[in-house]
């Protein structure tokens, strides 16, 4: 039972992590319409900038992360204006741009880092013991920062009016245009914002996985399923998709190994899909 429920809380963590990835990756799906292949970029980013920060640096580790955060978001915010805005309105030319800014970046990360993971540890080491329950400390800190970046995100979109205007631009941009709400300020800003949180999982999360040129690999693949399941454009169905695929991720992993339970991640995936193919609470698209 012990055993359980540390993996129970693991799967939480990893959840809160995938949500921060999936809340970029919606935002800018919903907001620009863009599907965002650089987005393991910025996460791979964000984990340099903070080992550059404290390895190269000296400086502390809270101080790394506001670093990675502010230095993806600016860079995020760079790409959209300068590149991205210029065929925002031509799908099959983002995917280009994206996927091509994405490997620009991993081999500038490759050219200025090498190949080889750097030893970037997590400031905080140990196990939080209650019973037969262990938790790693480290763990405990990311599951906290990311619920309280979720909550943030949250709060901005649902609760100010920035917030309110990014939604009546995902709703319809032709209306919130003829309404006054400037695309060329609320784009910039939604793309920062996404890449921001992508920085801040890296930053967060590859003193405890891996650090490596190449890591957004998968946290490409694991943003994109998660947005699918919950529902492309949807901020709460990514949020609870996000949540799913930690916790079945960790059970399977633990309880059927690493190959099977990436497998039953997927068929459980696509059995969702079957069912409902918006995802699960994403918009019906209705056909003439």
């Not at 963590?13 to 965002?36: C, D, M, R």
């Not at 996927?99 to 991993?106: E, K, P, Q, S, T």
């Not at 920062?145 to 649902?158: E, M, Q, R, S, T």
């Not at 957004?216 to 169905?237: E, N, R, Y």
Request: charge should be neutral; aromatic fraction near 12%; charged fraction near 10%.
């Amino acid at each position: 039972m012990e055993g359980f429920i540390a993996t129970g809380l693991i799967g939480i963590s990893l959840g809160s992590q995938y949500t921060l990835l999936a809340l970029g990756f919606t935002l800018i799906f919903g907001i620009l319409g863009v599907v965002n292949f650089a987005h393991g970029g910025f996460y791979v980013m964000g984990g340099y900038v903070a080992y550059y920060c404290t390895a190269m640096l000296g400086l502390s580790y809270p101080v790394a992360l506001l670093i990675a955060v502010g230095s993806t978001a600016a860079l995020g915010w760079l790409f959209e204006t300068l590149i991205l805005e210029r065929v925002i309105e031509d799908h099959q030319a983002t995917l280009m741009v994206t996927m091509g800014f994405y490997l620009v970046m991993a081999t500038a990360i490759l050219m200025i880092f090498g190949a080889e993971s750097p030893e970037f540890s997590f400031p905080i080491a140990g196990v939080w013991r209650a019973g037969g329950v262990y938790f790693p400390y480290a763990n405990m800190v990311v599951l906290g920062v990311c619920l309280a970046a979720i909550v943030l995100v949250y709060w901005l979109v649902y609760r100010t009016n920035l917030g309110r205007a990014m939604r009546a631009m995902a709703e319809d941009r032709a209306v919130a245009s003829a309404l006054g709400m400037r695309t060329k300020v609320l784009f910039p800003f939604a793309f920062a914002l996404a890449t921001g949180l992508a920085g801040l999982t890296g930053a967060l999360v590859t003193p405890i996985l891996a650090l490596a040129p190449h890591v957004g690999d998968p946290v490409l693949a694991f943003s994109f399923l998660t947005v699918i399941l919950g529902g492309l454009g949807s901020v709460t169905g990514a949020t609870v998709a996000a949540f799913i695929v930690g916790l079945v991720e960790a059970y399977a992993a633990v309880y059927l190994g690493g190959s099977k339970g990436a497998l039953t991640l997927f068929v459980l995936v696509l059995i969702i899909l079957v069912i409902r193919p918006q995802g699960l609470l994403g918009k019906e698209v209705r056909r003439a």
